[in-house]
Structure formats: structure tokens, C-alpha cells
């Protein structure tokens, strides 16, 4: 499955950006996630929404940023609210299944006033 995340860019402190996470097939049968990375650091997870239906969030979002999903459209969602300057890194999804990963190509969240 392919992967292309979108909607990033630039958000003054305290805004909000949604970005999707679009694959090319079914994602029916995938855990979906959220990561992301910062220049010279490792990257980070986020938040996993599982094909079962339930979801986790990382202690430094929760409460801000909400994962969802629609396996009508493929999609995988990620709300981000209060948005805070280090917040600022590339964002990836990825889809697990089966022990396979996929990744998709980052979008940037700039989070600067």
C-alpha cells in the first residue's frame, strides 16, 4: 500500500491543522499511525488507531491531538489542536500489517508566530 500524507504547514501557536493520510487500497485490515521527527532527532511516535477500532496517543499529545480514521475513503486522520512550537517536524504516517510496515512521504508543521 502506498501512502501520502498531507496538510501540514505553517500555524501560529495555539491553531490547529488537520492532516490526512491517504493510501492507495484498503486500509481495512491496518493499524494506522502517526510519527514524526525533527531535524537531527529520532522519530516519534504519535498515535496508532488500530483496525479494531481502538486508538492511542502519546502522553506529549494527548489531549491535543485525536487520530481517526475513515476505511470508507482509505483515509487516516490526524487532529491537531493547540498547536505549540515544538510541535514543529516533518509528520508521517505509516500502516502495519502482518509484521509488514509501509511509510508514506512526510508533510511539514511549522508551528511559529
Known amino acids: 500500500v502506498q501512502l501520502q500524507a498531507s496538510g501540514g504547514g505553517l500555524v501560529q501557536p495555539g491553531g490547529s491543522l488537520r492532516l490526512s493520510c491517504s493510501a492507495s487500497g484498503s486500509i481495512f485490515s491496518f493499524n494506522m499511525a502517526w510519527y514524526r521527527q525533527e531535524p537531527g532527532k529520532q522519530r516519534e511516535w504519535l498515535a496508532t488507531?488500530?483496525?479494531?477500532?481502538?486508538?492511542y496517543h502519546t502522553a506529549s499529545v494527548k489531549g491535543r491531538f485525536t487520530i481517526s480514521r475513515d476505511n470508507t475513503k482509505n483515509t487516516v486522520y490526524l487532529q491537531m489542536n493547540n498547536l505549540k512550537p515544538e510541535d514543529t517536524a516533518v509528520y508521517y504516517c505509516a500502516a502495519s500489517s502482518g509484521g509488514v510496515d509501509y511509510w508514506g512521504k512526510g508533510t511539514q508543521v511549522t508551528v511559529s508566530s
Open positions: 488507531h488500530y483496525s479494531n477500532g481502538i486508538s
